[in-house]
Antibody
Framework: EVQLVESGGGLVQPGGSLRLSCAAS????????MSWVRQAPGKGLEWVAS????????YYVDSVKGRFTISRDNAKNSLYLQMNSLRAEDTAVYYC??????????????WGQGTLVTVSS | AIRITQSPSSLSASTGDRVTITCRAS??????LAWYQQKPGKAPKLLIY???TLQSGVPSRFSGSGFGTDFTLTISCLQSEDFATYYC?????????FGQGTKLEIK
């Protein structure tokens, strides 16, 4: 059974940093593109970042470029999101997500349960 | 970035009704479009990918169509468990943008 379990969310002050983790199991993690998607309270879904199987390609939404870094450790079956210079508008539930095919263009077939990040003083 | 315009933003319907939700992309995405269902407090669930392919385990009352810039999700006979929020997403190019969502409510 495919499982994605996020951790690392919490309350952080504006300008602060946080590192999210996603532990993957039930599939060959190193074979899939992985992504982070977020959802602000009461709002819609926003794709944040994606990373290729070997980490050689990374993509970000413009609003987080230069502040967030997506990475992965295939030996640990883990995905990460390092978030720096956090702003109030980064407040959201962050989902770890798997592309359904091992290619750059793939819909998301598995989602974690999400971890809440709150940026507030 | 490709913009996705989803409509309507909300929709009231009754059990047994047929409903249609549309998404329009600001530029062509061929068939690289997916539809998701989300219930309150839960992660989204993939319904349809490649514009019209039903994800395994999804009931056949859900169907998708379209190519290029215009896409539709149709639910042929609404069941009580279908009342939720629906999103489309293009994955043709990064950023993989979502539509704004359609909240389907009970009339």
């Amino acid at each position: 059974e495919v499982q994605l379990v996020e951790s690392g969310g919490g309350l952080v002050q504006p300008g602060g940093s946080l590192r999210l983790s996603c532990a993957a199991s039930g599939f060959t993690f190193s074979s899939y593109w992985m992504s982070w998607v977020r959802q602000a309270p009461g709002k819609g879904l926003e794709w944040v970042a994606s990373i290729k199987q070997d980490g050689s390609e990374k993509y970000y939404v413009d609003s987080v470029k230069g502040r967030f870094t997506i990475s992965r450790d295939n030996a640990k079956n883990s995905l990460y999101l390092q978030m720096n210079s956090l702003r109030a508008e980064d407040t959201a539930v962050y989902y770890c997500a798997r592309g359904r095919q091992p290619r750059i263009a793939a819909a998301i077939d598995y989602w974690g349960q999400g971890t809440l990040v709150t940026v507030s003083s | 970035a490709i913009r996705i315009t989803q409509s309507p933003s909300s929709l009231s319907a009754s059990t047994g009704d047929r409903v249609t939700i549309t998404c329009r992309a600001s530029q062509g995405v061929t068939s690289y479009l997916a539809w998701y269902q989300q219930k309150p407090g839960k992660a989204p669930k993939l319904l349809i990918y490649a514009a019209s392919t039903l994800q395994s385990g999804v009931p056949s009352r859900f169907s998708g169509s379209g190519f290029g810039t215009d896409f539709t999700l149709t639910i042929s006979c609404l069941q009580s468990e279908d009342f939720a929020t629906y999103y489309c997403q293009q994955y043709y190019s990064h950023p993989h943008t979502f539509g704004q969502g359609t909240k389907l409510e009970i009339k």
